[in-house]
């Protein structure tokens, strides 16, 4: 069964503190890997999609970063408006998932001035 | 803004009763997705349609159905309402059947 799990559940950090959101999967064939970013009430919004490991993107004070098993999201010197809910989803190679995305839980992320 | 609109933005009904939820997909995109989220459960994939079809279900219950019409937008429709139905429902757009889905605002339910 595809799964992922994020970890840590919640970060708080200090503003200026780096640091790194992990992301594990387990997949019967990864055709993608996508982070988003949601803010309270809102829809998820579309950060950066991973397609084989060794990629990395970046966008602003964040990186993501992907090998067989896992995925990171670096955060550099985060800003209090870096303050959302991160969440990670992976999509199958398996043609029955019709290119459906299953996600983590998502982990918190709280920067404090 | 993603271009998919979702309506009512919020919703506060009654235990045993019924709502529809409409969804307006980014143009040209003829995927549409379904998804609940919960405090506890974080997104469940609910139905997936493309360009008119039923494609893929997950963990919908028999009280819920969905459609997509011609024109693409999609409705959700959820009968027999329990409190445990209360969530934000967000529909997602995508071209096709691969690559990022981007999703609308949602709609908060509140099952009374």
């Known amino acids: 069964e595809d799964q992922v799990t994020q970890s840590p559940e919640a970060l708080r950090l200090q503003e200026g503190e780096s640091s790194s959101l992990n992301c594990s999967y387990t997949?019967?064939?990864?055709?993608?890997l996508f982070w988003y970013r949601q803010d309270p009430g809102k829809g998820p919004e579309f950060l950066f999609t991973?397609?084989?490991a060794g990629e990395e993107k970046e966008k602003e004070r964040l990186k993501a970063t992907l090998t067989k098993k896992e995925s990171f999201l670096h955060i550099t010197a985060p800003k209090p408006e870096d303050s959302a809910t991160y969440l990670c989803?992976?999509?199958?190679?398996?043609?029955?998932?019709?290119?459906?995305?299953?996600f983590g839980k998502g982990t918190k992320l709280s920067v404090k001035p | 803004d993603s271009g998919v609109t979702q309506t009512p933005k919020h919703l506060i009904t009654a235990t045993g009763q019924r709502v529809t939820l409409r969804c307006s997909p980014r143009?040209?995109?003829?995927?549409v997705y379904w998804y609940q989220q919960s405090l506890d459960q974080g997104l469940q994939f609910l139905i997936q349609y493309y360009n008119g079809e039923e494609r893929a279900k997950g963990n919908i219950l028999e009280r819920f159905s969905a459609q997509q019409f011609p024109d693409l937008h999609s409705e959700l429709n959820l009968s027999s309402l329990e409190l445990g139905d209360s969530a934000l429902y967000f529909c997602?757009?995508?071209?096709?059947?691969?690559?990022?889905?981007?999703f609308g605002e949602g709609s908060r339910l509140t099952v009374l």
């Open positions: 989803a992976v999509q199958s190679n398996y043609g029955g998932s019709q290119g459906n995305l299953i």
């Open positions: 991973l397609y084989s």
């Open positions: 997949v019967s064939g990864l055709r993608g």
């Open positions: 143009s040209g995109d003829l995927s």
């Open positions: 997602a757009s995508r071209a096709g059947q691969a690559g990022e889905l981007f």
